[in-house]
């Protein structure tokens, strides 16, 4: 069975760009999240879905994110523009709807906006 | 402050070596705890969680919990050459793995 699966592994960027991450979760699991880990700090909750719907969203940092899961399936992350403190790496993790006591990570996509 | 600090390191030791990892918490409304550990270039892979004070044993992984002192621990008998990588603990205020805050994560050396 395949893990959770993120494109790119790694993207270099110049300050103001688009970069737009993506989410293969585990078949079959509904919940995804996105986590994101700057220089130097802990890795911190960005958001979470339940199939398609946006469950909590409070650690998005500001209206430059934005996170979609069409169809229940992959997710993507776009930074727009992207600024230099957007700088890290961005996890995503899934697991199941109601045997949640596991979530299962992603290798990361490791974000550098020069 | 942060609700969660981890030392983050890093820590060497000789094969074979009992390994002891600490975290503490100010949130008392944590009530799930789980160690990760984290290859290079790699995503955090779960070792252990428990929901309770006390003691949770897996092989030469045990984790325990005191919840009265906010203080949470990793310990790894016999260790191996293979262990070496960093260890993450987090927590969640809810019964499961949602909206994890982690902490720094410990950079762990085991020396053959």
């Known amino acids: 069975e395949a893990g959770v699966t993120q494109f790119p592994s790694h993207s270099v960027i110049e300050k103001g760009q688009t970069v737009t991450l993506r989410c293969d979760p585990i078949?079959?699991?509904?919940?995804l999240y996105w986590y994101r880990r700057v220089m130097g700090k802990e890795i911190k909750f960005l958001l979470h879905?339940?199939?398609?719907?946006?469950?909590?969203e409070s650690g998005m940092p500001n209206n430059r994110f934005l996170a979609e899961r069409t169809g229940g399936t992959y997710s993507t992350l776009k930074v727009q523009p992207a600024e230099l403190e957007d700088s890290g790496v961005y996890f995503c993790a899934s697991s199941q709807l109601f045997r949640n006591t596991e979530a299962f990570f992603g290798q990361g996509t490791r974000l550098t906006v020069v | 402050q942060k609700e969660v600090e981890q030392d983050p390191g890093p820590l060497s030791v000789p094969e074979g070596a009992i390994v002891s990892l600490n975290c503490t918490y100010s949130n008392s409304a944590f009530q799930y705890f789980m160690w990760y550990r984290q290859y290079s270039r790699k995503g955090p892979e779960l070792l252990m969680y428990?929901?309770?004070?006390g003691n949770k044993e897996d092989g030469r992984f045990t984790a325990q919990v005191d919840k009265s002192s906010k203080y949470i621990s990793l310990f790894i008998r016999d260790s191996q050459p293979s262990d070496s990588a960093t260890y993450l603990c987090a927590m969640s205020p809810s019964r499961g793995a949602q909206k994890l805050v982690f902490g720094q994560g410990t950079r762990l050396t085991i020396n053959p």
């Open positions: 078949s079959g699991h509904d919940n």
């Open positions: 428990t929901y309770s004070s």
């Open positions: 879905f339940v199939k398609e719907s946006k469950q909590d």
